[in-house]
């Protein structure tokens, strides 16, 4: 089955200091792969997401990179703020043969004011 | 709609019991995911169902554990005997059918301890 790595575990910016979070993954037939932020005592909702027919998407400061040959997908928030900080789970799907997402141990971000 | 819903925020019971939790998905959403978070392991999947048909419980702890999904507004997930390593978050989540990938909306969570 599929097997989702994040690191590190834990990520501390400087406030207006940009952000990379990196996932790799197992399964070379997964093709859809979501970013979940979780804040303290919520549930996680989703980010931003990226299907293997595109390389990059962006979304205002957050930006996802796919890269399939080395099965690997990175967060990049730009202009970090205080309200980032939380943690940020990786997540990769095979969609066309389910919808079983399997998600990483999560990141930890501290942004610091 | 109000989204997923896990009407018990916090759940406490006594090792030996049985404990039930619920989730009423998103109406019209076509799968259902049971998670359970904590410290040491994260997100889990424990169970999805498909169309109220349970597609993968390979997740599953153990025998203990056991879901259902009687109907497509409803699902509950049972822990009997609990035991104090159940202690964690669960989460059920609910997604529409694709085949390209859609997102996963998480309930509030039921934090479960096991005393």
């Known amino acids: 089955g599929e097997n989702v790595e994040q690191h590190p575990s834990t990520l501390s910016v400087q406030e207006g200091d940009s952000a990379v979070i990196k996932c790799t993954y197992s399964?070379?037939?997964?093709?859809?792969f979501p970013w979940y932020k979780q804040e303290l005592g919520k549930r996680p909702q989703l980010i931003i997401d990226?299907?293997?027919?595109?390389g990059e998407k962006k979304d205002q400061r957050i930006a996802v990179t796919l890269n399939k040959t080395a099965k690997h997908f990175s967060l990049h928030i730009t202009e970090t703020q205080p309200e980032d900080s939380a943690v940020y789970f990786c997540?990769?799907?095979?969609?066309?043969?389910?919808?079983?997402?399997?998600f990483g141990k999560g990141i930890t971000l501290s942004v610091r004011p | 709609d109000a989204g997923v819903i896990q009407s018990t925020r916090h759940e406490v019971t006594e090792m030996g019991q049985e404990v039930t939790l619920r989730c009423k998905p998103i109406?019209?959403?076509?799968?259902l995911f049971w998670y359970r978070q904590t410290m040491m392991r994260g997100l889990e999947l424990l169970i999805y169902f498909n169309n109220n048909v349970p597609i993968d419980d390979s997740g599953m702890p153990e025998d203990r554990f056991s879901a259902k999904m009687p109907n497509a507004s409803f699902s509950t997930l049972k822990i009997q005997p609990s035991e104090p390593r159940d202690s964690a978050v669960y989460f059920c989540a609910s997604s529409p059918s694709a085949t390209t990938g859609t997102e996963a909306f998480f309930g509030q969570g039921t934090r479960l301890t096991v005393v």
């Open positions: 399964d070379s037939a997964s093709n859809y």
């Open positions: 990226i299907r293997s027919n595109v």
């Open positions: 997540a990769a799907s095979n969609a066309g043969a389910n919808s079983k997402l399997t």
């Open positions: 109406s019209g959403h076509d799968y």
